[in-house]
């Protein structure tokens, strides 16, 4: 079992700047990949950054450049940095967890979740 608790979320104008982090709880956090999505309302949960136990990473094209994921296994922490934000980066941003070999990239592929914390980009 794996508790995800998000935090750094608010509000912003364009082209601003927000980490958010993921404090992970649980035992083998480094074998797990972590990934962060995103549902804006209306819309369904979309993939942004996923990071594997191996510390490959991957982005959705729409971020990429952009933002940048990361993990700190000592710490079972996992970081979104995002720059250069737009307003249609506007969304509640999840943190996930999965067990399965390879990267997943669909929110079914993924194990846990946390609450979401929101990201508000203002033009």
């Known amino acids: 079992q794996v508790q995800l608790v998000e935090s750094g979320g608010g509000l912003v104008q364009a082209g601003g700047s927000l980490r958010l982090s993921c404090a992970a709880s649980?035992?083998?956090?480094?074998?797990?990949?972590m990934g962060w999505f995103r549902q804006a309302p209306g819309k369904e949960r979309e993939f942004v950054a996923a990071v594997s136990w191996v510390h490959s990473t991957y982005y959705a094209d729409s971020v990429k450049g952009r933002f940048t994921i990361s993990r700190d296994n000592a710490k079972n922490m996992v970081y979104l940095q995002m720059n250069s934000l737009r307003p249609e980066d506007t969304a509640v941003y999840y943190c996930?967890?999965?067990?399965?070999?390879?990267?997943?990239?669909?929110?079914?592929?993924?194990?846990?979740w946390g609450q979401g914390t929101q990201v508000t980009v203002s033009s």
């Open positions: 996930a967890a999965d067990m399965s070999y390879g990267v997943g990239f669909g929110p079914s592929e993924y194990d846990y």
């Open positions: 649980g035992r083998s956090f480094a074998s797990y990949n």
